[in-house]
């Protein structure tokens, strides 16, 4: 049965429920929906580790999507109210594909959900770049504690032409196992840092600032970027505005762009 009523509790599902054909029956979306501008104007149900239930409840969905672990809980009530839920847990860049293709299937849009996938995977690897030489670059999700970045994330580091100063945290699904010390930040000596505090702006300046981070080469150099956590901590179609952003900045240093 095709869903007719379609609740999204991230930004992630909203973006793939609208680009797969679905945005008319999308009748609830997270607060945190950035993509596409369209699906702001939907009534607000969720943050992403809370949730209006009753407010999800009054909107009678036949679907909720949802993105993560974290939002078992949430899913656990809906599924006890009777709702249809389907939460994705994507990690990889891979795992991303899958779940767009599975979430257009489960919008009854199976068809369009394949093409979005194949279109992502396709212009991911457009951007794939071989430079002779690949700078080191730390990627920053969180600033107290330093978290470093996802496994995605690092993905498309690798992908852009650098190389992940942390690429052995790249299995490590939960954000508490991807807490760095700054001292070995320091130690690895990052020749470009990327900062992305998801929900809040990065403080460049602060962050070259840090006690003992004068001597890393990314400081000495000016080379600090910020990508906006929408465009990069989103794992769904939203990941090649960040993508396109980390290959102009690793281009940029390369002299690959």
């Known amino acids: 049965m095709v869903p007719r009523r379609i609740v999204c509790l991230t930004a992630e599902t909203t973006e793939m429920a609208f680009a797969v054909g679905a945005g008319d029956r999308v009748v ?7 993509r596409p501008a369209e699906a702001r104007r939907r009534p607000k149900v969720a943050a992403f580790r809370t949730a209006n239930v009753e407010r999800i409840l009054g909107l009678e969905p036949d679907l909720v999507l949802g993105f993560s672990d974290l939002q078992a809980e949430i ?10 839920v389907l939460i994705t847990n994507q990690r990889t860049l891979a795992e991303t594909a899958e779940a767009i293709a599975l979430v257009g299937a489960a919008c009854g849009e199976p068809e369009r959900g394949r093409e979005l996938a194949r279109w992502f995977a396709e212009e991911l690897e457009s951007l794939r770049r071989r430079p002779a030489w690949r700078p080191r670059v730390y990627f920053e999700e969180w ?3 330093l978290i470093s970045g996802i496994a995605w994330v690092g993905e498309l580091i690798e992908l ?3 190389e992940d100063i942390f690429p052995e945290l790249r299995g490590c699904r ?9 001292a070995e930040v320091v130690r690895r000596d990052p020749e ?3 900062a992305s505090w998801c929900g809040k702006k990065a403080r460049l300046d602060r962050i070259a600032a840090r006690p003992g981070w004068e001597g890393v080469s990314a400081v000495r150099a000016g080379r600090l970027f910020e990508v906006k956590s929408p465009d990069i901590l989103a794992p769904g179609p939203s990941l090649l505005y960040g993508a396109r952003q980390l290959a102009a ?3 940029g240093v390369t002299g690959g762009v």
């Open 28 to 34: 609830g979306v997270s607060g945190y929906a950035v």
């Open 143 to 145: 600033n107290d504690p």
């Open 192 to 194: 470009v840092i990327v």
């Open 160 to 162: 852009c032409g650098g």
């Open 174 to 182: 939960s954000a508490r196992d991807r807490v760095v010390d700054g």
């Open 75 to 84: 899913a656990m009530e809906l599924i006890r109210s009777g709702v249809a």
């Open 249 to 251: 900045i690793i281009g």
